[in-house]
């Protein structure tokens, strides 16, 4: 029921920033549960975001890895989601997917934890 669109992968320098945006079908986008997760050449995918709407209020998730560094974001209204990435790291490289799923109280960092999966987007950073 959800199609998911990233864009906005490129190649950048170490200390750049990039914004990722993942663009959601459907009309119900605040009954689920977004996240970010990213898989280099040779690596499991990892997670690296998420958030969830409830109440009106948005609730966010970070790895370590980027923690300080990235900001997850959404607009519900026009179904869009976004990956702020700053202070960029050359083992940030890898390609980027958007995930979803509906509203849960299992764990957001697990892959197997979401249904819904965008194509990804390459983002490469150069030393």
């Known amino acids: 029921q959800v199609q998911l669109v990233e864009s906005g992968g490129a190649l950048v320098q170490a200390g750049d920033s990039l914004r990722l945006s993942c663009a959601a079908s459907?009309?119900?986008?605040?009954?689920?549960?977004m996240g970010w997760f990213r898989q280099a050449p040779g690596k499991e995918r990892e997670f690296v975001a998420a958030?969830?709407?409830?109440?009106?209020?948005?609730?966010?998730y970070y790895a370590d890895s980027v923690k300080g560094r990235f900001t997850i974001s959404r607009n519900n209204a026009r179904n869009t989601v976004w990956l702020q990435m700053n202070s960029l790291k050359p083992e940030d490289t890898a390609v980027y997917y958007c995930?979803?799923?509906?509203?849960?109280?299992?764990?957001?960092?697990?892959?197997?934890?979401?249904?819904?999966w965008g194509q990804g987007t390459q983002v490469t950073v150069s030393s």
């Open positions: 958030d969830r709407w409830i109440g009106g209020n948005i609730y966010t």
């Open positions: 459907g009309r119900t986008f605040s009954n689920y549960d």
């Open positions: 995930a979803a799923r509906p509203y849960s109280r299992d764990s957001l960092e697990h892959p197997h934890a979401y249904n819904y």
